[in-house]
Every structure is written in C-alpha cells, then in structure tokens.
C-alpha cells in the first residue's frame, strides 16, 4: 500500500510557476508508475502526466506539453510536477496517484492523494 500527500500548491498569476511535489510512504513506491491528474471545478477529473518508475518514460496532456515538467526522485519517495507559463485554464485541484502499469487512464490509478489546489489568475 501507498500513501501520496501533495504539496506545493498556490495562487499565482498568469505567465508564473509553481512546483508540486508528491511526497510517499511505502517503498512499493519505487517499482510503480506514477500520474498527475487535475480536476477543476464542475469538470471531471483529468490526466496532466505520467512518469515510468524507473523515469525513463513520461508522457503528457496536450494542454501541457512543452509547460509542465514530471519527475520523481525514488530514493527519496518523491514525484514532482514543475508547472510553468501557467494559464487561467491550469486553475484546478492537483492530485499525484500511483498504477501498476504505465498509464494516462484515471480508473487504472490505485492510490491517490488528497490533492493541492493551483489556483491561476488572469
């Protein structure tokens, strides 16, 4: 079992970056793929990235491609999602969560945290 508690959240403003960070217990951690999801208000909850457990493979929504940067560092049981030129649209709850399989399908993620909210004004 894992537990993921995110951090790093925010109010910025557009053009501005913050770093998340996805902090993990249990070092079932190592060996799992890990995803950043987003769900802003009134919508359903949305993939941003994935990242292998070795960290060899990523992948990212297209709405964030080229701003947002995922990485984790295993030996310290931490994930990281650098979110930069933010947009109004990024406004959301930010949640890191783990699967068995590298994957940007959200019913496929196992555990999740309880979320960070990045809040980005115009």
């Known amino acids: 079992q894992v537990q993921l508690v995110e951090s790093g959240g925010g109010s910025v403003q557009a053009g501005g970056s913050l770093r998340l960070s996805c902090a993990a217990s249990?070092?079932?951690?190592?060996?799992?793929?890990m995803g950043w999801f987003r769900q802003a208000r009134g919508k359903e909850r949305e993939f941003v990235a994935a990242i292998s457990w070795s960290g060899a493979y990523t992948r990212y929504a297209d709405s964030v491609k080229g701003r947002f940067t995922v990485s984790r560092d295993n030996a310290n049981l931490t994930a990281f999602l650098q979110l930069n030129s933010l947009k109004p649209e990024d406004t959301a709850v930010y949640y890191c969560a783990v699967a068995p399989s590298f994957t940007t399908l959200v019913e496929e993620y196992d555990y999740w945290g309880q979320g960070t909210q990045v809040t980005v004004s115009s």
């Open positions: 249990g070092r079932a951690f190592r060996v799992q793929d």
